[in-house]
């Protein structure tokens, strides 16, 4: 056959990148909308008075309306995410016997103080009733730090843990925390010093569960079979919320950000050093100005 065919004029990369920049706008559109409340996708917990999970000033500032720009790395990690639950989802289709509920079919409002906090669960299966027997939260795995630090050291991410804690809590159900990393990497030098690993060690594709469970109010979670207990407790969540809400009302950002684990130990790193907000914040410890530390930081993240 002599098929002469010239390339065609459209990329495939720009139509996407189209697609994406209107995604990105009608997202935004809804995020703006939804500014005056609070996101159970921002959890976090305030134990001996250390926030703990995500940062409550971040949970501010999205519950002022502030917006970040997303750079296109952002961009593609949240879509490996959305790609991440359609895989589960028609598996778990198959797998399951009941129902089961995506994204934004079973979400969850509560209050605090006079202000909603929402939520949108990633899964809900439901029994044959219809009744809701357990909620999964998903987290794709995109650096090799993170595959690593799961593979061997087997502990979830603190602001994963709560935020799955917090579903749990509202919903009144169990949840499990499910980590999917679809990579080869080469473990890190700490790991391959810590557990002694052969030259050539890899960490291949995984899937990693944790269900939760409360235990008198205190939460904790399962890893193979061991019952594993946190700091965290029912009340604590609420405080990191009631926190959230007397910043706003004071205009007080209260402390920085702890860099303690679910476990009350240090994580080993601190979340400012990598944090878009860190030149607002360290510009408030020096004038203190709730509106300006607001000013600074929508100026930094329309860069
Ligand atoms: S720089 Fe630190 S205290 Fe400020 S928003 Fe980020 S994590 Fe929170």
């Not at 999970?53 to 750079?71: D, I, T």
């Not at 949240?78 to 995506?102: P, Q, R």
């Not at 790193?269 to 530390?293: L, M, P, R, T, V």
Request: net charge negative; glycine share 8%; hydrophobic share 35%.
């Amino acid at each position: 056959m002599n098929l002469t065919q010239e390339p065609t004029k459209y990329s495939a990369i720009a139509i996407f990148m189209d697609g994406r920049k209107e995604a990105n706008r009608l997202h935004q559109l809804g995020e703006a909308d939804k500014a005056g409340t609070l996101r159970a996708g921002s959890s976090g917990a305030l134990v001996n008075q250390h926030v703990i999970g995500k940062c409550h000033r971040l949970s501010l500032a999205r519950y002022l309306g502030l917006q970040e720009s997303h750079e296109d790395h952002t961009n593609t990690i949240f879509e490996s995410g959305y790609a991440n639950e359609e895989v589960w989802m028609s598996k778990l289709a198959l797998g399951w016997h009941g129902e089961l509920t995506g994204d934004s079919k079973y979400p969850i409002k509560w209050e605090i103080d006079g202000v909603t906090v929402s939520g949108r669960p990633d899964i809900v299966l439901l029994d044959d009733d219809k009744k809701p027997v357990f909620g999964i939260e998903l987290k794709v795995v995109e650096s090799y730090k993170s595959a690593s630090s799961l593979w061997y050291e087997r502990k979830p991410k603190t602001d994963n843990l709560i935020q799955a804690a917090h579903y749990s809590l509202k919903f009144g159900i169990p949840w499990i925390l499910v980590y999917t990393f679809s990579g080869i990497v080469a473990p890190p030098y700490w790991a391959v010093r810590k557990y002694s690993l052969p030259k050539g060690a890899e960490v291949r594709p995984f899937k990693m569960e944790f269900p939760l469970f409360w235990q008198d109010g205190v939460l904790g979670y399962l890893y193979n079979g061991d019952r594993i207990m946190t700091e965290i407790t029912a009340q604590s969540i609420d405080d990191y919320y009631q926190l959230v809400v007397d910043m706003s009302r004071e205009k007080d950002l209260y402390l920085r950000h702890s860099s303690l684990d679910v476990h009350g130990q240090s994580q080993g790193w601190n979340a400012c050093d990598y944090c878009s907000a860190k030149d607002a914040c360290d510009s408030y410890e020096q004038h203190g100005d709730y509106q300006q530390w607001q000013d600074e930081l929508a100026r930094d993240w329309s860069k």
